[in-house]
């Protein structure tokens, strides 16, 4: 199959054209790779039971793990699943946005779209070219992330060029993902939300609007995920991981830049914090040093996090070493994708 790669220019009519015919595929069951604010995703009908089977196939990802239904306007979750009180709260705060809130299935989903589960994840994306697409097609997107099962997300039209070419009829490009980690997945509780998957939205942001919010325990400890199987399925398979092996340190800065300068060899490369790159001297030829971000901005981290990874990848690196960030507030998201790149494995020095 070809694949063909459809830019969006801001010239409106040939962006309304290219939107038009990603909806066509979509109406007639197939899939197209498209941009979210948050990471490209994978999008084929939530309500084509066929279109759900493509997705798993074109990502070689076991049907068990539901997808994320993508609408474009809170009130359209009417449509798909029973809604709450403590949905509206959420929706109105934090919709369009990077949030997903599970939430009881209506029967217009198909089981094939929700790994069989009586649930889904309903997510309203910011993006104005998803939303468009939603739109046009009229029909609610299931979606993944737009990567080969277990690779770093795609952040870019080229990343899922990379893992898809041959595989799909049609990639929108839309540029870079502005936050480049994927929605904070939440389900309502008793008194609040359980947070199954980190994201952009943080606890201390979600806690303002929800009440209670508790972290999933898989969350900071993968080994926790097959206890939680059916709270978050996506959780319990391995993720985000390049082909170079993640060695993940727990220390101090000036601990960690000790470490690496120590593990220079050829072939391999170091995340280090912006203020830290020139504390590293005498680089030697084919040691790469990959600018991680500012220290202290999560935002920043985060959406470097799956590009530096698919770029180690690209440079061949067997492997790249990497700082343990910090895990509280809007560190979560980036400290659960980078343990997951690293396997789970966290060195202590
Ligand atoms: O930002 C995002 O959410 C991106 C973009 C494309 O929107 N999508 C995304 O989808 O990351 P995916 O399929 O890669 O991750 C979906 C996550 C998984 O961890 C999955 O287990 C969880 O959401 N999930 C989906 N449906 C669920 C459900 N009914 N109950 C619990 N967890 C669910
Ligand atoms: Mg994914």
Do not use: W
């Not at 790994?115 to 993006?127: F, T």
């Not at 992330?145 to 490009?173: F, L, Q, R």
């Not at 390049?242 to 170091?270: Q, T």
């Amino acid at each position: 199959m070809k694949t063909e790669v459809l830019k969006i220019t801001g010239e409106k009519e040939h962006d309304r054209k290219v939107i038009a015919k990603a909806a066509e595929i979509i109406r007639n069951g197939g899939i197209v790779a498209i941009p979210t604010e948050t990471v490209y995703g994978l999008a084929g009908s939530a309500l084509l039971p066929g279109s759900a089977e493509k997705i798993y196939k074109a990502k070689g990802r076991p049907s068990d793990n539901p997808l994320i239904v993508h609408i474009s306007e809170p009130r359209e979750a009417e449509d798909i699943a029973y809604t709450s009180d403590m949905f509206y709260r959420l929706a109105e705060r934090f919709m369009p946005g990077p949030l997903t809130v599970v939430l009881p299935k209506k029967d217009c989903i198909p089981g094939s779209v929700t790994g069989g589960l009586d649930s889904v994840a309903v997510r309203c994306p910011e993006n104005p070219i998803a939303r468009a697409l939603i739109k046009a097609s009229g029909h609610p997107l299931a979606a993944p992330s737009a990567n080969k099962s277990g690779m770093p997300s795609p952040t870019t039209a080229a990343h899922v060029y990379h893992d898809m070419n041959g595989i799909i009829e049609m990639i929108i490009d839309g540029g870079e993902c502005s936050i480049g980690v994927e929605s904070t997945v939440v389900k309502p509780t008793e008194d609040g939300v359980m947070i199954l998957r980190p994201g952009r939205i943080s606890d201390r942001m979600l806690r303002k609007v929800a009440g209670s919010v508790e972290v999933a325990a898989s969350v900071k400890d993968p080994s926790k995920a097959e206890k939680e199987k059916v709270e978050s399925p996506g959780m319990k398979y391995r993720h985000y991981s390049p082909e170079a092996e993640v060695v993940l340190i727990d220390a101090p800065s000036r601990k960690y830049l000790a470490y690496v300068r120590n593990h220079m060899e050829n072939g391999s490369g170091a995340l280090v914090t912006t203020e830290h790159m020139n504390d590293l001297d005498e680089v030697p030829e084919g040691f790469t040093v990959f600018d991680a971000g500012k220290t202290r901005s999560a935002s920043e981290r985060s959406k470097r996090i799956f590009s530096i990874l698919r770029r180690a990848d690209e440079l061949g690196l067997k492997t790249v070493y990497a700082q343990l960030p910090p895990s509280n507030g809007a560190f979560l998201a980036l400290y659960n994708r980078i343990v997951r790149a690293a396997g789970g494995r966290i060195l202590k020095i």
